[in-house]
């Protein structure tokens, strides 16, 4: 045998060629679900009476269960039909998806769903407290399956994938949570409250002294930690940069996720006064460690902080929050930008542009 | 039956996918959308009289969807891919991977269709007639062109040898 017939049989006879029998297996049993599903969704083709007459009541039953799981669909839960639809419907949905990147799409629009019941919970069901409480739970479930997936696949070789659901994933909840804030502000407020008074609190401890942009501290004397730690909880900008752009979503989810458990578990949610004056006070700290920035992009921040200031001196703590927020969210940007390499300049124009 | 099918090919088919895709994982997702398809024809009463180069046919079409897809990624990102794992056989020691991953990398390295060819005589063992019914082309023509992808891969393997 020479070398070149030595190498073809060693890869004809290489275990990597190998399907081994629990990969087989697995896919033989998908492929009997499969199949089992489209048989049973497939038409009868061709004309028999038999199948006109005979089956009237399975007929009748059929179009029930139609209804039942067409009802389904738009039940959230605590309604009867609930269960139908995340334990039958759901799980067909789940069969028929293929390969990695069918569970993860599958997974992602578990997320979707569980999202657009938390909304519609709010909008008809705005006093029942445990009516929110489960969605938020399913909704916070449906995120931790998604987490558990995109990791798997970026894990595989598919981090492209990965990455693509979860942005996808990313911007749902961005979504939910613009819908939320519109449909149930109250709510949607002290969860954000919440969670800013738990990202700053290192800020405020490090900056004594009484709020407001007077009582700023100088540049110098910034915080032990890192501003940009503080956005993605527990990781520092170093630890960040080392992370994929999935882990990133993912971890950012999952913070999400973090806060909501902690709004559900717990009462004891800080006033929309409170939050406003932690956000803007962040603002503050965030254009006085400001380096490299554009100068029309600094004046535009500088100005976010007064108007900032004087909504939140006049009693508009939402609208001081909100304003501040929107500043925090283009800064991070930048910043995000400039950890990543990418020019500055081209990316703000490109924002603009938007 | 359509799943006896299965049983007696999906280790050849398997095989062959793993020998033309860079990820094994990517070959187990052909491998069933390749069994679907043909459940899809199965179950719409078709009945191809060579069920195991029917089976091949469709692996064959959709290793050549996936080198359109994947066109634009280069070759080594493709390569890079590749999951070698330590062998689960102790028998078969890293030396002899070596060479079986050389052999890989220079058929993936070959036109798709060349690749395929060299794939389905030294992987899959089938003779010239059965190549040329899975391809629809003539015994004589698939000769000719696998001549021509051995003596490519040839160059690529051993490049030695003809000097």
Same mark, same amino acid.
């Given at each position: 045998?020479?070398?070149?017939?030595?190498?073809?049989?060693?890869?004809?006879?290489?275990?990597?060629?190998?399907?081994?029998?629990?990969?087989?297996?697995?896919?033989?049993?998908?492929?009997?679900?499969?199949?089992?599903?489209?048989?049973?969704?497939?038409?009868?083709?061709?004309?028999?009476?038999?199948?006109?007459?005979?089956?009237?009541?399975?007929?009748?039953? #059929?179009?029930?269960?139609?209804?039942?799981?067409?009802?389904?669909?738009?039940?959230?839960?605590?309604?009867?039909?609930?269960?139908?639809?995340?334990?039958?419907?759901?799980?067909?949905?789940?069969?028929?998806?293929?390969?990695?990147?069918?569970?993860?799409?599958?997974?992602?629009?578990?997320?979707?769903?569980?999202?657009?019941?938390?909304?519609?919970?709010?909008?008809?069901?705005?006093?029942?407290?445990?009516?929110?409480?489960?969605?938020?739970?399913?909704?916070?479930?449906?995120?931790?399956?998604?987490?558990?997936?995109?990791?798997?696949?970026?894990?595989?070789?598919?981090?492209?994938?990965?990455?693509?659901?979860?942005?996808?994933?990313?911007?749902?909840?961005?979504?939910?949570?613009?819908?939320?804030?519109?449909?149930?502000?109250?709510?949607?407020?002290? #969860?954000?409250?919440?969670?800013?008074?738990?990202?700053?609190?290192?800020?405020?401890?490090?900056?004594?002294?009484?709020?407001?942009?007077?009582?700023? #501290?100088?540049?110098?004397?910034?915080?032990?930690?890192?501003?940009?730690?503080?956005?993605?909880?527990?990781?520092?900008?170093?630890?960040?940069?080392?992370?994929?752009?999935?882990?990133?979503?993912?971890?950012?989810?999952?913070?999400?996720?973090?806060?909501?458990?902690?709004?559900?578990?717990?009462?004891?949610?800080?006033?929309?006064?409170?939050?406003?004056?932690?956000?803007?006070?962040?603002?503050?700290?965030?254009?006085?460690?400001?380096?490299?920035?554009?100068?029309?992009?600094?004046?535009?921040?500088?100005?976010?902080?007064?108007?900032?200031?004087?909504?939140?001196?006049?009693?508009?703590?939402?609208?001081?929050?909100?304003?501040?927020?929107?500043?925090?969210?283009?800064?991070?940007?930048?910043?995000?930008?400039?950890?990543?390499?990418?020019?500055?300049?081209?990316?703000?124009?490109?924002?603009?542009?938007? | 039956?359509?799943?006896?099918?299965?049983?007696?090919?999906?280790?050849?088919?398997?095989?062959?996918?793993?020998?033309?895709?860079?990820?094994?994982?990517?070959?187990?997702?052909?491998?069933?959308?390749?069994?679907?398809?043909?459940?899809?024809?199965?179950?719409?009463?078709?009945?191809?009289?060579?069920?195991?180069?029917?089976?091949?046919?469709?692996?064959?079409?959709? %290793?050549?969807?996936?080198?359109?897809?994947?066109?634009?990624?280069?070759?080594?990102?493709?390569?890079?891919?590749?999951?070698?794992?330590?062998?689960?056989?102790?028998?078969?020691?890293?030396?002899?991977?070596?060479?079986?991953?050389?052999?890989?990398?220079?058929?993936?390295?070959?036109?798709?269709?060349?690749?395929?060819? %060299?794939?389905?005589?030294?992987?899959?063992?089938?003779?010239?007639?059965?190549?040329?019914?899975?391809?629809?082309?003539?015994?004589?023509?698939?000769?000719?062109?696998?001549?021509?992808?051995?003596?490519?891969?040839?160059?690529?393997?051993?490049?030695?040898?003809?000097?």
């Amino acid at each position: 045998m020479n070398n070149f017939e030595k190498k073809l049989h060693n890869l004809k006879n290489s275990p990597h060629l190998r399907l081994s029998s629990d990969r087989s297996s697995l896919i033989r049993s998908n492929l009997e679900k499969i199949i089992s599903i489209e048989e049973s969704l497939s038409r009868p083709s061709g004309f028999s009476w038999r199948r006109i007459l005979v089956p009237v009541s399975s007929g009748v039953v #059929a179009v029930v269960l139609g209804v039942v799981t067409l009802g389904a669909e738009a039940s959230v839960p605590g309604d009867v039909l609930y269960a139908i639809k995340t334990k039958v419907n759901e799980p067909i949905m789940g069969a028929i998806a293929r390969g990695q990147e069918g569970e993860i799409a599958y997974r992602a629009k578990m997320v979707s769903r569980r999202a657009a019941e938390n909304e519609i919970i709010a909008v008809r069901y705005e006093k029942d407290k445990e009516k929110k409480e489960v969605a938020i739970k399913m909704l916070n479930k449906s995120l931790e399956n998604f987490e558990e997936h995109a990791r798997l696949a970026a894990e595989s070789q598919k981090q492209s994938v990965a990455a693509s659901y979860a942005a996808q994933v990313e911007a749902v909840m961005e979504s939910h949570q613009n819908i939320m804030a519109t449909v149930s502000p109250k709510d949607s407020q002290k #969860a954000r409250a919440k969670s800013v008074v738990r990202k700053e609190e290192d800020f405020s401890e490090a900056s004594s002294g009484e709020f407001g942009l007077m009582s700023a #501290a100088p540049v110098g004397s910034a915080p032990a930690q890192d501003i940009s730690a503080i956005e993605v909880n527990d990781v520092s900008a170093q630890e960040e940069e080392d992370l994929s752009e999935t882990e990133i979503v993912l971890l950012k989810i999952k913070n999400q996720r973090a806060e909501w458990e902690t709004n559900i578990s717990s009462d004891n949610t800080p006033s929309v006064e409170e939050g406003a004056k932690r956000r803007v006070e962040y603002l503050r700290k965030k254009i006085n460690k400001s380096s490299g920035w554009e100068a029309d992009f600094l004046k535009r921040s500088k100005e976010s902080l007064d108007l900032a200031l004087d909504l939140y001196s006049t009693g508009s703590y939402g609208e001081a929050f909100n304003l501040a927020n929107n500043a925090i969210k283009d800064i991070e940007f930048l910043e995000r930008n400039e950890r990543s390499g990418r020019s500055l300049k081209v990316e703000i124009g490109d924002k603009e542009g938007e | 039956m359509f799943l006896s099918a299965y049983d007696s090919h999906s280790g050849e088919i398997y095989r062959h996918l793993a020998t033309r895709l860079s990820s094994t994982e990517r070959a187990e997702e052909l491998l069933q959308e390749t069994f679907l398809r043909a459940w899809k024809v199965f179950s719409e009463g078709g009945r191809p009289d060579n069920v195991r180069a029917y089976l091949y046919r469709i692996a064959t079409n959709l %290793v050549i969807d996936e080198y359109r897809r994947k066109k634009e990624e280069s070759l080594d990102e493709v390569l890079e891919q590749t999951p070698w794992k330590e062998p689960s056989d102790p028998a078969q020691d890293s030396s002899y991977l070596a060479l079986a991953r050389e052999a890989k990398d220079a058929i993936m390295k070959l036109p798709e269709e060349e690749g395929r060819l %060299v794939a389905m005589r030294y992987i899959d063992d089938m003779d010239i007639s059965e190549i040329a019914e899975v391809l629809g082309i003539t015994a004589n023509n698939t000769s000719v062109k696998l001549h021509r992808a051995v003596q490519k891969l040839r160059k690529i393997l051993d490049p030695k040898a003809d000097e």
